[in-house]
């Protein structure tokens, strides 16, 4: 659905709350659960194989391994919850996960 405007139609704002996805990327980021719950199972699946990656790698005393899964790990979910703080994420769908009070941009069609 597509909410009408003066200037023409709106895109359309994600169903999924704001704060719980803030809130997942924040805290489990390094996991991926947020990408889990705005639908982006690729990039989900991505952060649990970083995050299995680096664990294993620790644990194994392959300190270069580990700094490597880590470091990536660390930059996506830095580089997600700001996106996701600024209203510039968007979920499976392509729907921006917006901040409350978010002005959303008329959609161009043509």
Known sequence: MQVASNSGLLEEPSPRKYATAV???????FIG??????????????DVGL??????ALAMGEYLWFA?????????AF???????IGSYRDSEGRRVCYPGQKLSPRHIG
């Open 23 to 29: 809130a997942l990327s924040g805290v489990l980021g």
């Open 33 to 46: 659960l947020q990408h889990f719950y705005l639908g982006r199972w690729v990039e989900g699946l991505l």
């Open 79 to 85: 580089t997600t919850t700001i996106l996701l703080l």
């Open 51 to 56: 995050s299995i990656g680096w664990i294993c």
């Open 68 to 76: 490597l899964f880590a470091t990536a790990d660390a930059i996506h």
